[in-house]
Structures are given as structure tokens and as C-alpha cells.
């Protein structure tokens, strides 16, 4: 089975810290992204990699960076953080292009909820 | 334009009855994707079913079925013998296959409640 690991489930934190979100994947995916999922909007995709060092921008990169040294892992980044990134914040990855491009399963972790106090 | 669009914020089903939960989809792209996720209260997405768009048949797995219909770009999940345990937000979403980035677009959700 793939799986999908974040670092924690549950984060508090104070207006104006520097947050790493960790995520991990076991399935050698080449894929891997960050959304945050807030109530009424759905999911939404901050950035997304689909190589070691590679990155690009989702819908809502603003206040956000990633980092992706390592295939298996991709941390997302706060600079700053402030207290409209209090989000649910989900992390995801699929395979690679392929020869099946429309089916690309994308696998998620559990999830980390964050709070900016 | 939405790429995709929910239009049921929430949702009852007698335990032991079937549910369709709607999705309709846009896209001019040819070859695309479409996928059903289900989010318990717990968090984690966890993936149900997948449909192509050059797939002749509707998709199954187990008591998930997707009634795929191309002209009408709708593409309902459809739940067959509720469970309680099937109680949960569910999000429709789309991958278009030509353009780069494999970027899914996902729905704003519906919230299945299963009554006893």
C-alpha cells in the first residue's frame, strides 16, 4: 500500500513563525503535492514538484515556499506565518507521467491541521 | 469557470438505500480523468474510483459506481447499500491529461450523512 506521511497531525502556532509541514511518501512517486483545505472552498493546490528540486507554482502559492531535496520527501514552508493560513493543510502523491497521463492517482497523507495564533 | 462543481453541500441516505452524489466537470481537453475521493471526519482522503474519458464502460468497485456521462460532462458517484460507516465529506475530481503539471481540480465537496 502507499503510503503517505505527515509529520504531525495537529500544529499551534504564533503569528510571525517560520512553520515547516513534512511529508514523506514510501512509493518512489515522482509527484508530490501541498493543498490546503478550508470549509466551502475544497481542496487547493499551493505548489506542487514533479522532480527532485523541481517546483511550481499551484493557485495559492502566496506566503508559501517548498523545498524537495529528496524524491521521497516534500516540506512546505511558512515564512511567516499569519492567521489566515489556519487551514487544514493535506499533502499528496502520485506516480508520474506515464503512459496513462489522465490516471494518475493521487494518495494523501492524513492531513495537518494548523492553528496561527 | 469551474473545473469542477458540487452542488450538493449535504446529503441524507437511509442506511440500506442508494445515494448518487452529483459531479459535473469542464474541460475541453480530450483525454482526462475523473476521480472520487471520501474524506471521513478523520482526515485523510482516501481515493474510491476512477473513470477515464475514452472509457467505454462506467466504472465499479465494489458498492462504488460511476455513472460517467460524456455529452453531459457529469460523471455521479453513486453508492449502492449505504453503510454508516460511509457517513463523509466526498470530493469529485479532475486531471486533464494533455496539459502539464498533473494537476488534479477538485470539487468544494458533499457531506453524506447515513441515517440508522
Known amino acids: 500500500d502507499v503510503k503517505v506521511t505527515q509529520s504531525s497531525r495537529y500544529l499551534v502556532k504564533r503569528t510571525g513563525e517560520k512553520v515547516f509541514l513534512e511529508c514523506v511518501q514510501d512509493?518512489?512517486?515522482?509527484?508530490m503535492f501541498w493543498y490546503r483545505q478550508d470549509p466551502g472552498l475544497g481542496l487547493r493546490l499551493i505548489y506542487f514538484?514533479?522532480?527532485?528540486?523541481?517546483?511550481e507554482k499551484g493557485d495559492i502559492p502566496e506566503g508559501y515556499s517548498v523545498s524537495r531535496e529528496k524524491k521521497e520527501r516534500f516540506s512546505l514552508i511558512l515564512e511567516s506565518a499569519s492567521t489566515n493560513q489556519t487551514s487544514m493543510y493535506l499533502c499528496?502523491?502520485?506516480?508520474?507521467?506515464?503512459?496513462?497521463?489522465?490516471?494518475?492517482?493521487?494518495?494523501f497523507g492524513a492531513g495537518t491541521r494548523l492553528s496561527v495564533l | 469557470a469551474q473545473k469542477i462543481t458540487q452542488t450538493q453541500p449535504g446529503m441524507f441516505v437511509q442506511e440500506k438505500e442508494a445515494v448518487t452524489l452529483d459531479c459535473t466537470y469542464d474541460?475541453?481537453?480530450?483525454?482526462?480523468?475523473l476521480f472520487w475521493y471520501k474524506q471521513p471526519s478523520s482526515g485523510e482522503m482516501i481515493f474510491l474510483i476512477y473513470q477515464g474519458s475514452y472509457d467505454q464502460q462506467n466504472a465499479t468497485e465494489g458498492r462504488y459506481s460511476l455513472n460517467f456521462q460524456k455529452a453531459r460532462k457529469s460523471a455521479n458517484l453513486v453508492i449502492s447499500a449505504s453503510q454508516l460507516g460511509d457517513s463523509a465529506m466526498y470530493f469529485c475530481a479532475m486531471r486533464e491529461g494533455v496539459r502539464t503539471g498533473n494537476q488534479f481540480y477538485f470539487g468544494t465537496g458533499t457531506s453524506l450523512t447515513v441515517i440508522p
Open positions: 514538484s514533479y522532480d527532485v528540486k523541481m517546483k
Open positions: 499528496a502523491s502520485s506516480l508520474g507521467q506515464g503512459p496513462l497521463l489522465a490516471k494518475n492517482i493521487q494518495y
Open positions: 512509493m518512489d512517486h515522482e509527484n
Open positions: 474541460t475541453s481537453d480530450p483525454s482526462y480523468g
